[in-house]
């Protein structure tokens, strides 16, 4: 009896250790894991804003190519879309009527030298013809003023013996002789005297045929500067005829074919040249952007003026060179808003062209001492944007933050955030607040700071 009562107590002891060993495993079984976190460290810096723009690649300088003269097309002298330089022949106008003409126009001014030089010889005749009717009436002047002498003499012959014939002291003959020389000699003042009238009236007539004379000379001057003007436009005429590039840069392609007749005033030009390098990139600024651009400068004189930018092309790939602005149009565009923006990139390459399309991409502001997250810790909950942060103890905390702008793959933080602060990046949608969590490896902090798209 004994002995049976015994094995039951063993029975009843060995039970009971097989029933607690059953309890404490099935305690340990039934103890919750913490739940697997990712974090990342909320941090500061300085972040560039930038903004983004679709544009469209322009030329440098588009040069029209067109005829300046009115002819026939005959040569065809460069390989459309190639490189030119300034001063290359593009194509060639048949250049003989305008040769014709060139040659007239010499001839014409050697006929009007040669007139010159015929004016110039009779005005040198004249001259002379001058001099001689001056001199002329010098010789006569003094003819003259020897008649009057003489008549004076004779005058004086003819008083004296007047009163002496009267008393006989000289006879009548010789009185009568001397009022005879002394009428010969006032007929002798009058000639001279009209001698000298003649001879006045020659030097007139002398000078009046050196006005014309001169006259005549200005007139063939005046010819000849008309000839050379002539001349002159006939040389440029003929070398309209061949059509030259105004700069360098790429050709296009022909409009007019050879054998056609083109001229000025030809609706379409024969080609266009654009240089390319450096080259312009267009884009439209809000209005609100561009009053915000001037409203700096007038606060600072001293900000830059050149807001360095960068281009995407139409890849998506980035253009390696930087570009830089260059203007900003004179109006606002009334049904847009807009104002019309140039910036201009170097073009070494000749990689890019007129007319390609390319996202602009301009630093527009720096952001000082920014809060930034990656953009996978934010969760939007209704609108609401919210992120997990990890507290010192490795309690979760959900807290409400305030999205700025993206920057890349991170978000601006305005309000909400701290420096140093660590938030959930993965295992988020796992946890909620006041939970206990275990840390992964940490996940590299934010510094990922390009332009936002």
Known sequence: MKTKEFSVAVLAVVLAAALAGCNQKSGAASAPQLPLVKVASVTEQDVPISVEYVGTLVGYINAQIRARVSGHLMSQNYREGSLVKAGDLLF???????????????????????????????????????????????????????????????????????????????????????????????????AARASVQNSQASVSQARAALERAQADVKTQEANIAAARATLADAKLNLGYTRVQSPISGVAGFRVANIGDFVGPNDPAPLTTVSQVDPIYAEFPVSEQRALAVFR??????????????????????????????????????????????????????????????????????????????????????????????????????????????????????????????????????????????????????????????
């Open 92 to 190: 060639q106008v048949d250049p003989r009527p305008f040769q014709a003409a060139l040659d007239q126009a010499e001839a014409k001014l050697l006929q009007a030298e040669s007139q010159l030089s015929q004016a110039k010889a009779q005005v040198s005749a004249s001259q002379a013809q001058v001099e001689q009717a001056l001199a002329k009436v010098v010789q006569d002047e003094a003819q003259t003023r020897r008649a009057e002498a003489d008549q004076r003499r004779t005058e004086l012959d003819v008083g004296r013996y007047t009163p002496l014939a009267q008393r006989g002291s000289v006879s009548q003959q010789e009185l009568d002789n001397a009022v005879q020389n002394n009428l010969a000699n006032i007929a002798a003042v009058a």
């Open 296 to 453: 700096r400068w007038d606060a600072d004189p001293r900000a830059r003026r050149d807001i360095d930018l960068e281009l995407v092309l139409a890849d998506g790939t980035m253009y390696p060179n930087p570009g830089r602005a260059a203007a900003l149009d004179r109006q606002v565009d009334v049904t847009t808003g807009t104002v019309l923006a140039r910036g201009v990139f170097p073009n070494p390459g000749n990689v890019l062209r007129p007319g390609q399309y390319a996202k602009v991409r301009a630093v527009v502001d720096v952001k000082k001492n920014a809060i930034l997250i990656p953009q996978r810790a934010v969760q939007d909950v209704q609108g609401i944007q919210q992120v997990a942060i990890v507290t010192p103890d490795d309690t979760i905390e959900v807290r409400t933050v305030k999205c700025d702008v993206r920057v890349g793959s991170l978000w601006m933080i305005t309000a909400g955030l701290k420096p140093g602060e660590r938030v959930v990046v993965e295992g988020g949608d796992r946890v909620r607040a006041g939970q206990k969590v275990r840390l992964a490896s940490s996940a590299p902090a934010p510094s990922e700071t390009s332009a936002p798209k």
